[in-house]
């Protein structure tokens, strides 16, 4: 093998790569990056066996092959280079990096030990504008349990209903919904259709979704088949497990009707609750008091060691009965924060019933949230 290509796009293509090696004793291939060439292109691949990587990044090719080395110590070494070329040759499964006054041979492994990624075999897909999946999965990220007790807790749910995709979110006491309308995306997929996505996936994507690598498209594709999904880019293919678990039923979770309905500026209520929270001691509690008839909302949070706070709010509006309900403040700041606009309207029932997060005129995101007992 003997390739050269451009350092930059060589180190953005292995540090994802890297990112998916596994620190694995037992099978130290893992650890490993594998290396391929093939025409005027470089495969940069990577696996811990539940989730895949392939990159490509182009070059001039004067000998197709391929070599096997460690991801960390390549990645750590091209990420001190400045120049801007790089020359790899690869020889008795070792490889040979020259770049300006560097001169590196990198011991490697056969790449006869490396395992096959696979490839989803189906016809089914979902096309969608890479901004707009990588908004939506940031809306609901957050709500993601990272437990491993309950992997269908510790991911995503991706569904197809008549309105759109849906894209859901939970941990049982929060629950971030985000629908994305049939109009923005392009599938054969039936509605009622639904994969569970692993947390980790996830981030992978997210990650797969800002890093540009000689890739001027603004489409993934996602491909599912019954046990994999497949998220591509023009030149990034990441496959992942899926998780085979019932997913729990988030409409049940949703309240339809609200006794208290507020709407407060972004603002003002992101920093009373990040003022109040640095009171509310090891559990994370703010109490929240809303009283239409003063028309206002006051923060308090106390801890024997640390002091106690209150903060008074002015809404926009409030309509309802006087309420006192006690919130995880860092929970309730992630639902605030993953809402979209100037204003956040908060619905709530009573003290010990979920409360509904969402901007004032957004009408495709929401947020749960259970409260704490008083």
Do not use: W
Not at 220 to 247: H, K, M, V, W
């Amino acid at each position: 093998m003997k390739f050269i290509t451009l350092v930059e796009n060589l180190k953005k293509a292995v540090g994802l790569a890297e990112r998916i090696t596994s620190k694995n004793i037992t099978l130290p291939i893992l650890n490993n990056i594998l290396i391929e060439t093939n025409k005027n292109k470089i495969h940069i691949k990577a696996t811990d066996l539940e989730l895949g990587i392939e990159i490509n990044v182009s070059g001039k090719t004067e000998k197709e092959g391929k070599v096997v080395i460690p991801a960390r110590t390549f990645s750590d070494f091209l990420g001190n280079l400045s120049e801007e070329k790089i020359n790899l040759e690869a020889k008795d499964n070792n490889l040979k990096a020259e770049s300006g006054k560097y001169k590196t041979t990198f011991q490697g492994f056969n790449s006869e030990d490396f395992p096959i990624i696979p490839e989803v075999k189906t016809d089914k897909y979902l096309e969608i504008e890479k901004v707009i999946l990588k908004e939506g999965l940031d809306q609901v990220i957050s709500s993601v349990s990272y437990s491993s007790n309950y992997p269908e807790l510790s991911s995503v749910l991706f569904k197809i209903e008549k309105e759109g995709l849906k894209l859901v979110g939970t941990d049982r006491y929060r629950l971030s919904l985000k629908t994305i309308p049939l109009e923005k995306i392009n599938t054969n997929l039936k509605e009622g259709f639904e994969v569970i996505v692993p947390l980790r996936t996830i981030q992978e994507v997210l990650k797969m979704l800002t890093e540009e690598i000689e890739d001027n498209s603004k489409i993934i594709t996602i491909s599912p088949d019954p046990n994999q999904i497949q998220f591509s880019t023009g030149e990034i293919r990441l496959i992942s497990r899926l998780i085979n678990a019932q997913y729990p039923d988030y409409n049940k979770a949703i309240p339809l009707n609200f006794e208290n309905q507020i709407v407060l500026k972004r603002k003002d209520l992101e920093e009373a609750i990040k003022v109040t929270g640095i009171f509310s001691g090891k559990i994370n509690d703010v109490k929240f008091k809303f009283n239409p008839s003063k028309k206002e909302v006051v923060l308090e949070a106390q801890d024997p060691t640390l002091g106690q706070s209150e903060t008074v709010l002015e809404p926009i509006d409030i309509k309802g009965n006087p309420l006192e309900i006690r919130f995880n403040y860092r929970f309730f700041l992630d639902g605030v924060e993953a809402s979209k606009g100037e204003e956040i309207f908060l619905g709530l029932n009573k003290e010990n019933l979920p409360a509904l997060i969402r901007g004032k005129e957004e009408n495709d995101f929401i947020y749960i949230l259970v409260p704490m007992s008083l």
